[in-house]
């Protein structure tokens, strides 16, 4: 089983409504959570963080976490097409170290 | 401004070159990573030093080395560069906290093996 999980994608979602990216995590002992964006051959950019169950918004992001389930998603309402990126997830976990998903391709459409 | 820099941004070596990438930050973070990420894969750890502490990870093979000689710089030594470890190699640094750890990145040093 890998360390953190996403759905590959491509993810294709029409300009304006909502893109929804899922991650799960084995780590039981995992503390924080992130999501990057990253553009192709650039580097992550941090988009959203998140270390307590429940939802936290940002803007036009909200992350979700639910540790119970090992679980962490990502909310981007009103898609734009700027939002065309790959999504990472990440997980801090209780070895101290940072380990990525293999990021979701999210597409959207005009 | 910049917080985490790596040099250069592009490097090109040849094979069997030792070739040394840099990274430095300014943030006073106690924990450095060094990523390598391989076209439309995830970052892979390499390896990452908690303060002078460092950790490799198993399957890091024995041609990276790396140095951490202060807090704000961090090297990435590639003894014998192979045509496989063509790659972006990306630099982030953490505050270790519980519970809100964050991890910062550089630019990326994208490494092409001729």
């Known amino acids: 089983q890998k360390e953190v999980e996403q759905n590959s994608g491509p993810l294709s979602v029409p300009e304006g409504a909502i893109a929804s990216l899922n991650c799960t995590y084995s780590d039981r002992g995992s503390q924080s959570f992130f999501w990057y964006r990253q553009y192709s051959g650039k580097s992550p950019e941090l988009i959203m963080f998140?270390?307590?169950?429940g939802d936290k918004e940002d803007g036009r992001f909200t992350a979700q976490l639910n540790k119970a389930s090992q679980y962490v998603s990502l909310l981007i309402r009103d898609s734009q097409p700027s939002d065309s990126a790959t999504y990472l997830c990440?997980?801090?976990?209780?070895?101290?170290?940072?380990?990525f998903g293999s990021g979701t391709r999210l597409s959207i459409r005009p | 401004d910049a917080m985490v820099i790596q040099n250069p941004r592009y490097q090109v070596t040849q094979f069997g070159k030792p070739v040394t990438l840099s990274c430095s930050q300014t943030l006073n973070h106690n924990v450095m990573y060094w990523y390598q990420q391989k076209s439309s894969q995830a970052p892979k750890l390499l390896f990452h030093y908690y303060d002078k502490d460092f950790n490799n990870e198993a399957d890091t093979p024995d041609n990276f080395q790396s140095r951490r000689p202060n807090t704000s710089f961090c090297f990435l030594d590639i003894r014998s560069p192979g045509l496989g470890d063509a790659a972006m190699y990306l630099c982030?640094?953490?505050?270790?906290?519980?519970?809100?750890?964050?991890?910062?990145f550089g630019q990326g040093t994208r490494l092409t093996v001729v």
């Open positions: 998140i270390y307590s169950n």
């Open positions: 982030a640094t953490s505050r270790e906290g519980r519970g809100n750890t964050e991890a910062f």
């Open positions: 990440a997980v801090y976990s209780s070895a101290s170290k940072i380990i």
